[in-house]
């Protein structure tokens, strides 16, 4: 099961977990990164998003792993997304 665009999942500490919505997913170098926007913030289009990403892995049952980026991979990742918005945005 990969990450989809539009999934839903939260992330934050145990017990202040926030639902998050998964905008955008790619793989760079054989790893498998998402960005997602807190679904709250989303919901409202008077407020800019608060955006995340992470690498992640999943074992033999299903179970995500979720890792924090480098500066590196962020910045991979994010001209990756702005691209994709960018050609959403130009279909639209």
Known sequence: MAVEIGEE???GDEGNEELYEVL??????????LVAGLSAD???????PNIISFSYTEDE???????E?????WQQVE???NAYIEEVGQEG
């Open 9 to 11: 999942l939260y992330f």
């Open 79 to 81: 001209a990756k997304f």
């Open 24 to 33: 955008y997913t790619c793989e760079l170098n054989e790893k498998h990164y």
């Open 42 to 48: 989303l919901e409202n289009p008077d407020k800019d």
């Open 69 to 73: 980026l480098s500066d590196e991979e």
């Open 61 to 67: 049952e299903g179970t995500l792993f979720f890792d």
